[in-house]
């Protein structure tokens, strides 16, 4: 089974920006639509962003579209979240995973890798 790591979170101000990784161990993620998830404390996990294994189409919920930016590159077996303009409303843990599919908002699998935190204050 793919063992799926993130990394790239840490601590922004307001308005400031981090760019969060992904990978996968022994398993190439280049034929996967691939997402960015997240769960903010007490809250249900959600869906942030999804990229197509083309790379060439994303998709994004509605409160990052236009501040985050998600990308792949396939030959590096690597998936990234550029997140602008971050607010307090973006902290959490995020994960990547594989949506059910293109423009899914849930992912099937029920393995999770440990995901990254973010935390925006000032």
């Known amino acids: 089974q793919a063992q799926l790591v993130e990394s790239g979170g840490g601590s922004a101000q307001p308005g400031g920006s981090l760019r969060l990784s992904c990978t996968a161990s022994?398993?190439?993620?280049?034929?996967?639509?691939m997402g960015w998830f997240r769960q903010a404390p007490g809250k249900e996990r959600e869906f942030v962003a999804g990229?197509?294994?083309?790379?060439?189409?994303?998709y994004y919920e509605d409160s990052v579209r236009g501040r985050f930016t998600i990308s792949r590159d396939n030959a590096e077996n690597m998936v990234y979240l550029q997140m602008n303009n971050l607010g307090p409303e973006d902290n959490g843990i995020y994960y990547c995973?594989?949506?059910?599919?293109?423009?899914?908002?849930?992912?099937?699998?029920?393995?999770w890798g440990q995901g990254t935190q973010v935390t925006v204050s000032s």
């Open positions: 995973n594989t949506p059910r599919g293109w423009g899914a908002t849930t992912s099937a699998n029920t393995y």
């Open positions: 990229v197509s294994w083309s790379a060439d189409q994303t």
């Open positions: 022994e398993t190439s993620l280049s034929t996967y639509v």
